[in-house]
C-alpha cells in the first residue's frame, strides 16, 4: 500500500497480543509457485509483522478464503513462526465452486493442508446472506457443514464468518456439533447474539468494527462478554479502526482497538493484553 496512505505506527502495547485474524496475502497478487520457489509476497508479509512486532504484536492468524490462498497461509506459517494458519473456502466461495462441480475438490484441499503443524483452525467459513441469496444458499451450508467436520477431525479451531446469518449459524453449530474451540471472527451481533454464543462455549473476535461511531451495540456485546472468551483482530486490510477508518488496515493497528475495549470495560490495558493473549494460546496452541 503506498505508504502516504498508511497509518502511522501506535504506542505500543503494555503486554504482547495476537491478531486473531488477518489477510496479509491480499498485498501480493496471484500467490501462484511452484514447489521449489519461494511463495510471493512473504517479504511483503514479514515486514508488515515486522512493524507489527514493534507494537506489542506477537503474531497473527493468517486466514484463507480458498485453496490457493490457504496454501499461501500454510506456505507463510512454515517460513515465520509469527504466524499460524487457518484454511477455508470462504462462503461466498462455495456457491462458485459448487456451480463449476469443484467444489469437493476445494474441500479435498482444505482437508489436506489441515493436516500440516502450523495450521490450527478452518476459517474462514460460515454463512453470508448479504452476498448469497437463492440457489447458492444450499452449497453455501453444505461447505459450511463439511468445514466443522474437517476441524473436528483434525481436532483444530473453527473461525466463522458470519454476516446476516447470526440465527443460522448457530443453528447449523447445534445441529451437527460445533469444535471445541469455535470463534466468531469480527463478531457482528448484538449483546443477546453474543450471550448466545457465549452459553454455547464460543469464542468472540472483536476487529476494529467495534471503534466505530455507528457500532453501539458491538459494544453493548462486549460488555456481555466473559473476559476468558474475548479475541482481538484486524481483518486486514479492511476494517481499519478509528482514527483511521477508510484507509488500509494491518495488524500494526491491532492497539488501537484493543485500547478502545479497555476503555469500555473499564480495565487496564495490561490487564486485558494478557487475558485475549492467554485465550489465544487456548484456541490455537503455542506460536512458538
Known sequence: MPEAERPPLPEPLPFPVHDDHTHLNFAAEEPVWAEDEEPPGIAEARAELDAAESVGIAGVVQVGTNARDSRWAAAL???????????????????????????????????????????????????????????????????????????????IALQIHDRDAHDAILEVLETVGAPERTVLHCFSGDAEVARRCVDAGYYLSFAGTVTFKNAPRLREALAVTPLDRILVE??????????????????????????????????????????VHANAIRVYGAWV
Open 234 to 275: 484486524t481483518d486486514a486490510p479492511f476494517l481499519t479502526p478509528e482514527p483511521y477508518r477508510g484507509r488500509p488496515n494491518a495488524p500494526y493497528l491491532v492497539p488501537h482497538t484493543l485500547r478502545r475495549m479497555a476503555a469500555e470495560l473499564g480495565m487496564d490495558l495490561a490487564e486485558l493484553g494478557r487475558q
Open 77 to 155: 506459517a512454515e517460513r515465520d513462526d509469527r504466524v499460524l494458519a487457518a484454511v477455508a473456502l470462504h462462503p461466498n466461495e462455495a456457491p462458485r465452486l459448487a456451480a463449476r462441480g469443484r467444489l469437493e475438490e476445494a474441500l479435498a484441499d482444505i482437508d489436506a493442508l489441515a493436516a500440516q503443524p502450523r495450521v490450527r483452525a478452518i476459517g474462514e467459513t460460515g454463512l453470508d446472506f448479504f452476498r448469497t441469496e437463492g440457489e447458492g444458499l444450499a452449497p453455501q451450508r453444505a461447505s459450511f457443514e463439511a468445514h466443522i467436520e474437517i476441524a473436528k477431525r483434525h481436532g
